[in-house]
């Protein structure tokens, strides 16, 4: 398996790559690239890193470890004070190895973890996949402020219908109360 496409609803996420290595940074961003994705960034100082995503939406970051300045486990808490794991998906490329080193970043909020050398196609599926929770989630985004929407319009209605049932009860006037209904809150 050479090479998978990536799904169809993907190809426009936004992807940022950060490795303090160019060569290797490159790599991932072809990688992706030759796979369908068609927004693919990169970063080599991982200061740069909150700064780009204040000012830019993106749906993954691959993220080295082992980095000068700033190492990848305090970004990784530093993305996660703003983003959820569902929100922005982290998938750590490291060539640092350990077992602890991978369950901490694990725990830090990192939601998956490679080991370079990568096996590209491995590294594509994982990418793809996470990229698949950051779709849910954001599908599920939309659902809710649709609900949120709808809940605030009918309970506007039933405002409305509540208002019409007091003046009823209070008035005898019965062409202001249709007058009422009609123009000021029986339109809704």
Known sequence: M???PTYADQTDCRILVCDDSAVDAMYLADRLQSLGYIH???LTDPREIMPALETRVCDLVLLDISMPYLDGLEIIRLVRQKFSAAELPILVITGAGSTEIRNTALQ???NDYLTKPIDPTE???RARNLLTIRTIYRENQTIQ???ESKVAARTARLDMLIENGLLLSRTQDRSALIRHTLFEGGAC
């Open 40 to 42: 693919v960034d990169t």
């Open 123 to 125: 590294m594509s599926l």
């Open 2 to 4: 050479s090479s998978l």
């Open 108 to 110: 830090t909020g990192a």
């Open 145 to 147: 402020e649709q609900l």
